[in-house]
């Protein structure tokens, strides 16, 4: 089994900024596996002015908890500057857990799989190029199957570095 995070930025220089998140977990007991490449994607909401973001997916192995781990992330979004608040404001740092392990938690604190990251291209396509054989842990389907499921609207507008 692996564990996976994906990341996400709009401000300062977001691929430096995730070289320098993935040097800071490793520091905190996160080994990083495997790195995706960069995509980019439009902003969201369209039309916000905001500059697109910077995307990729790790694949990484801790002996922290789902929970243990997440804090972490969420710690190491702070240190770079994330300022939790406003929905779908730019940002200098977004750390997601997307898979624990095939686990699936859903509590008021967590919730693996990470809810919303089978809807979104600029989670699945860096997702594929570093776990090409990953399953969704609930519904075991192919991540194949899933990006065929997205709209070409959300598709289109993405492209890898």
């Given at each position: 089994m692996?564990?996976?995070?994906?990341?996400?930025?709009?401000?300062?220089?977001?691929?430096?900024?995730?070289?320098?998140?993935?040097?800071?977990?490793?520091?905190?007991?996160?080994?990083?596996?495997?790195?995706?490449?960069?995509?980019?994607?439009?902003?969201?909401?369209?039309?916000?002015?905001?500059?697109?973001?910077?995307?990729?997916?790790?694949?990484?192995?801790?002996?922290?908890?789902?929970?243990?781990?997440?804090?972490?992330?969420?710690?190491?979004?702070?240190?770079?500057?994330?300022?939790?608040?406003?929905?779908?404001?730019?940002?200098?740092l977004d750390l997601d857990l997307l898979d624990y392990n095939g686990e699936n938690i859903d509590a008021a604190d967590i919730t693996i799989p990470h809810p919303r990251m089978l809807d979104r291209a600029f989670v699945l396509f860096p997702l594929q190029e570093i776990a090409p054989q990953w399953r969704d842990p609930i519904e075991s389907r192919s991540i194949e199957d899933w990006l065929a499921r997205l709209p070409l609207r959300d598709v289109a507008p993405l492209t890898k570095l």
């Open positions: 692996s564990i996976y995070i994906a990341l996400g930025a709009n401000l300062s220089n977001p691929a430096q900024t995730f070289r320098r998140a993935m040097a800071e977990l490793e520091g905190r007991g996160v080994k990083v596996l495997s790195l995706s490449g960069l995509w980019q994607s439009p902003a969201w909401p369209a039309g916000s002015g905001q500059p697109d973001y910077i995307n990729a997916c790790a694949r990484i192995k801790t002996r922290l908890s789902a929970r243990g781990l997440l804090a972490i992330l969420h710690d190491v979004e702070a240190q770079f500057g994330r300022a939790r608040g406003a929905l779908n404001a730019a940002r200098t």
